[in-house]
């Protein structure tokens, strides 16, 4: 099979792959139907993380072609969603609703890679989702963000509590950003401020459910959403970026008693203890538990009541995606879908 390998920053080549097989009982093998390049491959593609020959991708949907004889809830021929961390579904992490941080996890990213025609899932029960029958080709893309992009967002928005009569800030305006506007306005929020400089990013967060677009960013950004809200800060803030700028933003914007929820894979942000002691936010963060959200956005998807495969703007064959990480890097893309 063909599959995508970053041999080191900016060189991602396609390359013949070993044909994934079931190793063990808990395993299932997926024929990938649609993959794409997150915000995060973009870390090691510009040298920020160390990267040798990895298998990239964590984002997938697909039909099982085969499952191990442990295997309950999903069966060849179902079409399937699955989260980006590989989780057994029964520890007692995954049973509080923290399947990224089972103690079985393994990170899709490197160890598996789904940028590829094809994919063995180990703890496929407690990873898959099947959809409730075969989706229309229309719906694909929509799936697909349920992978990550979409359960991510969620997941910062219900850390951030948003909800009825409640203001979201939403820091940063990638694919992930957009989601957390989406996860806002499907829960409940009041109103939803997109922190954004970028026109057509705007334009997305408008129609996903941003009540407010504000442009500054930094100090100026804090000091403009205090000034929308009586002087307070907003109730509930997404971080979806991972920087210094973005964190403290993030943090300065939110009242004192709000949350934070942050999603933005963490680089180099250091958190002074002044800064947390005096701001009294609760803050909840990290990967997101995906697997816990992906049968409610599953059927929210399923019965067309949200469009979150439109963050997607660029879609490849699977052949092109050193294309596909060349123009996400440049900006010319937000998302890209690689097609095997
Ligand atoms: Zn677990």
Redesign the pocket.
């Known amino acids: 099979m063909r599959g995508v390998i970053m041999y080191g920053p900016g060189d991602v080549r396609v390359e013949d792959r070993e044909d994934p097989t079931i190793v063990e009982a808990t395993d299932a093998v997926i024929r990938i139907t649609a993959t794409c390049i997150c915000g995060s491959d973009l870390w090691p593609y510009r040298g920020a993380d160390r990267v040798e020959r990895a298998k990239m991708g964590h984002e997938y949907v697909g039909v099982v072609e085969e499952v191990g004889s442990a295997v309950r809830t999903v069966k060849p021929g179902d079409f399937v969603v699955g989260s980006f961390v590989i989780?057994?579904?029964?520890?007692?992490?995954?049973?509080a609703g923290f399947?990224s941080s089972?103690?079985?996890?393994v990170f899709v990213d490197g160890a598996i890679g789904t940028q590829a025609q094809r994919a063995r899932i180990p703890f496929a029960d407690?990873t898959l989702v099947a959809t409730p029958g075969q989706p229309d080709p229309d719906l694909v893309p929509h799936l697909l963000a349920a992978s990550d992009v979409l359960g991510t967002g969620w997941f910062a928005a219900v850390a951030a509590q948003a909800g009825p009569g409640r203001t979201v800030a939403v820091v940063g305006d990638g694919a992930v950003g957009l989601m957390g506007v989406l996860a806002a306005k499907q829960l409940g929020a009041e109103r939803v401020i997109a922190m954004s400089r970028h026109a057509d990013r705007q334009e997305l967060a408008r129609h996903f459910g941003a009540t407010d677009v504000v442009e500054e960013r930094g100090d100026a950004g804090v000091a403009r959403i205090k000034e929308m809200t009586n002087g307070l800060g907003a109730h509930s803030v997404i971080e979806a970026v991972g920087s210094q700028e973005s964190m403290t933003q993030a943090i300065g914007a939110a009242r004192p008693g709000g949350n934070v929820g942050f999603v933005g894979v963490s680089h180099d942000v250091q958190l002074p203890g002044q800064l947390l002691f005096f701001s009294q936010v609760q803050v909840l963060g990290g990967p997101a538990p995906v697997r816990r959200f992906l049968p409610d956005l599953i059927q929210l998807i399923w019965d067309r009541k949200i469009d979150p495969g439109r963050v997607f703007d660029l879609t490849l064959p699977l052949e092109q995606a050193a294309e596909g990480y060349r123009a996400m890097d440049e900006r010319r893309a937000t998302k890209v879908l690689l097609t095997p």
Not at 102 to 105: D, K, Q
């Open positions: 989780s057994d579904g029964t520890c007692e992490i995954c049973r399947p089972c103690v079985n996890r407690g």
